[in-house]
């Protein structure tokens, strides 16, 4: 056993430039600074509201962007814009909208295949039949229905076409950038069940992308937590859930509607003010102090960096509470 | 007695969508009824018939929907049978809904204050400086900052959880006794959706409105809903208070909706689905609609719709096991 760890990112970054008007261009932080790892088989949960940067942290360390700087290891190795094709097995993704991610006009054998066709996976036709239906059952599919189309199929069985192609090249690491948001509840269930069950047989480790923290909790080992582009408390699952530091993180844990009215009644939500800022426009020093109740003036001047509590729990704040 | 209480009143309300590949019921006989100053939440997934049913409840149904049975009685009276011009004034001043989506549901090529006034020219007979002064108090009284300079905006210059803000208080600048909201929050993040949750319990409280909350989120309805429907096909499955719903549930598909939520803290406990897919509204069966997705369904369950029966007295289920356990209970009963 290797003793690093199986996805290492380190200070990434992704700015986007933006054009304001004819002349001015700004720049957009989408991604500031983030570090991470992810160990062989383990799925770390990455939570925050829309616009902080969670899609775009899980496309740049595919390199579907080019990231501004900062570096991803996988297994140890730097992957760069050389490497990236051979790492390509390896690290798959499946998306949020099973609508638009799946080629109409592409058959569901097609689009299984399609993974195996690149990187040559096969010798025989029959051979690459016979992975295809084997892919498909594995994701819970009838493979006699492998001539279909997929608007023949709804919106769940098309999520389990898309992991069927993630997995058609035996990859050790898959971005699942909510991947369970645009479904129905009890079909919900149905696919995380399926994300689970692939975890244990074949020891696939997830980046979990997802605003839903029940979800997140429920799939992960590992929690971070991000707010405008920078993570802003990391740690295990439980930890996170039970006993967040970051006021941010508590009021985001207070904020998940609870599907149990008493509990609903007896606890006190915290209620933040306002909106998120622009990323445009962000203040300087700590991103969330606009919000914040307990920021201070030592807040307005620099960013807080991630610190240790201990057993893995890391946060960036200078009031950390509780 | 009762007319003093209940505000609304819906009888066996059927609602088809006559499309080329057949008819569509997207509702096949719900009954309910609502209580002035009550939260009454309606759940199920996709394509149970909740926003249907509010369209139907307003009449802004669009071709080819149409109600083909049943009665909505507003104060006794069945708006069904208003004409369109009666129907106009009634829409916004007594009954009025906001929408899922904050983005799409306001005019973009018109001012905030705009739209915000034209709502409120249109339902009653101020003057311009009164529909001004209602539009500003309005806004502050959804907790919108710096109302003044809002009113000469349009609606890209603010953020989602302001736009839905300026929707609600649209919706109630007539004070209407019925405010439906159809998805209000599922567009948003979770911080934005705690404060819209929070203002809408607020606005209840301070108002005295009736809230018909339409969600397919578990914890939404469980956060403020005094009342709870859970659909499935276009039929009420069941009906009850929100502890009788979340604690008691009858109705096999509730069960299997509560279980297939994960709950909070309960870590790597597997999730039990609802297994297969939703049924196709083309094709409805005779029998329980959901009968085929269920692991205890018996022989009546797919021949006949099962019946509503009362568990008691705040709890009403459509469940033919549920018929069952009751008979079976009832049946040890006197064998002691």
Known sequence: ?322 | MSETTTLLQVNDLHTSFFTNSGEVKAINGISFSLDRGKILGIVGESGSGKSVTAYSLLRILTDPGRVTAGQVLFNGEDILTYSTQKMHSFRGSRISMIFQDPMTSLNPVYTIGNQLREAIRIHTDRTREQVHARALEMLTLVGVNEPEKRLKQYPHELSGGMRQRVMIAMALACEPDILIADEPTTALDVTIQAQILELMQELQHKLGMAIIMITHDLGVIADICDEIIVMYAGRVCERGTADEIFYNPCHEYTKGLIRSIPTFGSTHEKLTPIAGNPVDLLKLPSGCAFASRCDRAMKICLSDPPEEIRVNENHIAACWVNVKNVYDEAKEGQDQ
């Open chain 1, 1 to 322: 056993m290797s003793n690093h760890p199986l996805i290492d990112v380190r200070n990434l970054k992704q700015y986007f430039t933006v054009k304001a008007d004819m002349i001015t261009k700004l720049q957009l932080k989408a991604v500031d600074d983030v570090s991470f790892t992810i160990n062989q088989g383990e799925t770390l949960g990455l939570v925050g509201e829309s616009g902080c940067g969670k899609t775009t942290v899980g496309r740049a360390l595919l390199r579907l962007y080019k990231p501004t700087a900062g570096e991803v290891y996988f297994d140890g190795n730097l992957i760069t814009d050389d490497n990236i094709d051979h790492y390509r097995k390896d690290m798959q993704v499946v998306f949020q909208d099973p609508y638009s991610s799946l080629n109409p006009r592409m058959t569901m054998a097609d689009i299984v295949g399609e993974p195996l066709d690149i990187h040559g996976l096969y010798k025989t036709k029959a051979e690459r039949k016979e992975k295809i239906a084997e892919l498909v059952q594995l994701v819970g599919l009838n493979s006699d229905h492998a001539r279909r189309y997929a608007h023949e199929f709804s919106g769940g069985q098309r999520q389990r076409i898309g992991i069927a192609r993630a997995l058609a090249v035996n990859p050790r690491f898959i971005v699942c950038d909510e991947p369970v948001s645009a479904l129905d509840v009890s079909i919900q269930a149905q696919i995380i069940n399926t994300f689970e069950e692939l975890q244990e047989k074949l020891g696939i480790a997830y980046l979990f992308i997802a605003h839903d923290l029940l979800v997140v909790q429920h799939m992960s080992s590992r929690i971070a937590v991000m707010y405008l582009g920078k993570i802003v408390e990391v740690g295990p699952a439980d930890e996170i859930i039970f006993h967040p530091v970051h006021p941010y993180t508590q009021s985001l844990i207070s904020a998940i509607p609870l599907p149990d009215p008493k509990a609903a009644r007896e606890r006190r939500r915290i209620i933040l003010q306002g909106d998120v800022p622009s990323p445009l426009n962000m203040p300087a020093g700590c991103p969330f102090r606009s919000r914040c109740r307990y920021a201070t003036e030592e807040c307005a001047q620099v960013c807080p960096s991630l610190e240790d509590m201990g057993a893995g729990h890391q946060v960036a704040c200078y009031h950390p509470q509780g």
